[in-house]
């Protein structure tokens, strides 16, 4: 029988619950046929039309599917190549409920909360492990324990647990342990209160991971055992580290493997993690080089609006050996006047990533300008290779006006446009080409960090560059060294001459790994690193 691991959290958001989840699965999938599930409570199908700034980066999957950045960490941790069905939110199963009572699917019943959304629940979930013929499922229910909006998920999950028998089905549940200035103690009734709502709707949790500055005292931990009716050892510490990648192996060291085994009554394969580990320690390490990143956009009030970029970054430094500093920058301040140079002179090279709308676009030009006059390594993703060609277009090629029409649909040179298939698309959420999609490259930069001459990406965005400009780019030096299949779309541009300027029209970031570092990434990383 497929196995399913559910992860709460209670006290506050914010603690981790999708880190915990992907660093157990961390541990148990070798081997393993899984599947991960996140469970959020908003009304949205989906996080696409939510600005990152509120939600954090939309991560998208090979599928096209649009979800909760939590799906990064389960890809980069797990291992698992996710699916859109495993993302549930309330938006989608509130819209199946009521598409089947206008079709008339419950005969005629009332249609209630429970049973029929917290069954529309369950069936999803089950089916997924059908589909997948799944060893482990492991879900995380967003938000937190008490929250109006996830109590439906809970009580699906009690009943999920009764059906498939205490050895199908354990509960962990993330709190918190807060050391209050001036008291310098741990204070464990937060947990005792989350762990107390739990109880209180029929779920006692197997194990509870306390988040906090330091590992849990004796004391302590024997007082959440009692009052949480659990054995001392199944009460652990989320200590903070320096480093998410840590996280699996503090787990293990707390003995969480054999603790699922005892519960479950399953056997896991013991995998080698050294090289992991070994990564994992590097990035908190001293370094004898270091560099600053530059990451350059209009989303910079929240560090997770570009957490998939940070990642791929912290990934390449480690691969590398080389310590990381990532400056958020809001290009903003150079369109109000602050110089160019003052705001990126300093850093060893920049990024501009994907995002919309005009806000901080100028700015975002006048970045990628200083970049390429100074040789200064860049890597631009998605809008960012919509900038480079609008700037290269304007400062290169002497078309003063180009620009997007997204931007301006008054300008004369068009060379970032609407796709022809988007141009009659109305609705705004999952309209855009969206998922994996594959790219020819041409000999180069990019085809020898990618050593392939076929690649693919996974793609989300609306505009292009213009195929009516591609051979006077072309003409002034600009190389457009990957296009899609049907050769009429610039997936991969560069510029041989310069240390390093490369961008694509897609997201590469999203399918970047701790041991295989996505290739754009380490170039930049390894470019800015040379003669430091």
Excluded at 92 to 101: A, N
Excluded at 130 to 141: G, L, S, V
Aim: aromatic share 6%; with cysteine.
């Amino acid at each position: 029988m497929t196995k399913f691991i559910i992860v709460t959290g209670g006290v506050l958001s914010g603690l981790g619950k999708g880190i915990l989840t992907a660093s157990i699965g961390n541990l148990i999938s070798q081997g393993k046929t899984c599947a991960t599930i996140k469970c959020d409570g908003y009304l949205n199908v989906d996080p696409g039309t939510m600005n990152p700034v509120e939600h954090g980066e939309v991560f998208v999957l090979d599928d096209g599917t649009e979800c909760d950045m939590d799906f990064g960490h389960y890809e980069r941790f797990v291992g698992v190549t996710s699916k859109g069905d495993w993302n549930l939110t309330m938006g989608k199963i509130f819209q199946s409920i009521l598409e089947k009572e206008r079709h008339g699917n419950f005969l005629g019943k009332t249609v209630q909360f429970v049973p029929h959304v917290t069954d529309e629940i369950k069936g999803r979930i089950y089916a997924i492990a059908k589909e997948e013929r799944a060893d482990i499922i492991f879900i995380e229910i967003g938000g937190t324990i008490g929250d109006l909006e996830n109590g439906l998920y809970l009580e699906a999950m009690r009943q999920l647990a009764w059906e498939q028998g205490q050895d199908n089905a354990m509960f962990v549940h993330l709190s918190y342990v807060p050391i209050p200035t001036g008291v310098n103690e741990q204070k464990s009734k937060p947990t005792q209160m989350s762990v107390k709502l739990l109880n209180e709707i029929g779920i006692q949790p197997d194990v509870v991971v306390c988040r906090c500055s330091e590992y849990l005292t004796p004391a302590i931990r024997r007082k959440i055992s009692l009052f949480c009716n659990l054995p001392e050892e199944n009460v652990l510490t989320g200590v903070d580290v320096d480093s998410v990648y840590l996280i699996p192996g503090e787990l293990r060291k707390q003995g969480m493997e054999k603790i699922i085994e005892n519960k479950m009554r399953m056997k896991f394969k013991c995998s080698d993690c050294s090289t992991w580990d070994s990564l994992a320690k590097k990035m908190c390490n001293g370094h004898k080089k270091r560099v600053k990143i530059g990451i350059c956009g209009k989303y910079t009030a929240l560090g997770d609006s570009y957490a998939s970029v940070v990642e791929a970054l912290r990934h390449s430094s480690a691969n590398l050996d080389i310590g990381m500093d990532i400056e958020m920058i809001d290009t903003e301040k150079i369109e109000k006047g602050e110089k160019v140079e003052n705001v990126v002179g300093e850093l060893d090279g920049v990024i501009v990533p994907g995002g919309f709308g005009n806000r901080g676009w100028e700015g975002k030009i006048e970045v990628i300008r200083y970049a390429r006059e100074n040789n200064m390594p860049f890597l631009g993703i998605c809008l960012g290779l919509q900038a480079a060609v609008a700037e290269f277009s304007r400062n290169v090629c002497g078309l003063a006006d180009a620009n997007s029409t997204e931007m301006n649909p008054k300008t004369k040179n068009k060379v970032i446009t609407l796709m022809d298939e988007q141009q009659s698309v109305v609705d705004m959420g999952g309209t855009m080409r969206l998922g994996a999609y594959e790219a020819n490259l041409a000999e180069g930069i990019i085809s020898k960090l990618y050593n392939s001459k076929k690649v693919s990406e996974r793609h989300r965005h609306r505009y292009e560059v213009n195929p009516d400009y591609h051979k006077v780019l072309a003409e002034k030096g600009l190389v457009i060294s990957g296009l899609s299949p049907s050769k009429t779309l610039a997936e991969f541009i560069e510029l041989p001459k310069h240390k390093y300027f490369v961008a694509t029209q897609a997201h590469p970031e999203l399918k970047s790994k701790l041991e295989k570092p996505a290739p754009l990434f380490y170039g930049l990383v390894k470019a800015a690193s040379e003669g430091k």
